[in-house]
């Protein structure tokens, strides 16, 4: 199979954003964040609120029902970095919501499957059906906290 120039960029460009880094930037490393159970039982919650998704079982099983946030991110991607706790404290506020965080290099699949195309960018899904997505962020804590209610009021 011949890979032509423009098609060699497209993939360049998708591997790009998806991985949220510029050729000589090094990912780094997220910092481990201990578990605790969560209110209504089987799965986990992290201390900040949030569930970091560890197979695309627990994905499938929490994205199901309810009132979901779904945050791809990657490892390496400044943006993300900066979201990131922003994600955390509006878990912590917005309780009757459950905040996924999807690692979009180590789940690809799942990743493909919503058609995300550069990170961070998040879905609000209820009971299993998406009602918004947002691809970026610039916004505040606040901006997060309000876009979430709207979708999902108290």
């Given at each position: 199979?011949?890979?032509?120039?423009?098609?060699?960029?497209?993939?360049?460009?998708?591997?790009?954003?998806?991985?949220?880094?510029?050729?000589n930037q090094e990912p780094q490393q997220e910092n481990e964040t201990p578990q605790v159970p969560q209110e209504r039982g089987a799965a986990t919650r992290s201390i900040s609120g949030s569930v970091?998704?560890?197979?695309?079982?627990?994905?499938?099983?929490?994205?199901?029902?309810?009132?979901?946030?779904?945050?791809?991110?990657?490892?390496?991607?400044?943006?993300?970095?900066?979201?990131?706790?922003?994600?955390?404290?509006v878990a912590r506020e917005v309780p009757h919501v459950t905040f996924l965080k999807v690692d979009a290099q180590q789940f690809r699949g799942i990743a493909n499957a919503y058609a995300v195309r550069s990170v961070p960018t998040m879905f609000f899904l209820k009971d299993g059906?998406?009602?918004?997505?947002?691809?970026?962020?610039?916004?505040?804590?606040?901006?997060?906290?309000d876009a979430v209610l709207k979708y999902f009021p108290a």
């Open positions: 199979m011949k890979i032509t120039g423009k098609c060699l960029s497209v993939l360049i460009l998708l591997s790009i954003s998806l991985t949220g880094c510029s050729a970091h998704v560890s197979s695309e079982a627990e994905f499938q099983t929490l994205s199901a029902k309810g009132n979901v946030v779904i945050d791809f991110y990657s490892p390496g991607c400044g943006p993300c970095k900066r979201l990131s706790p922003m994600v955390d404290a059906q998406q009602v918004n997505f947002i691809n970026g962020w610039g916004g505040s804590e606040q901006d997060l906290k």
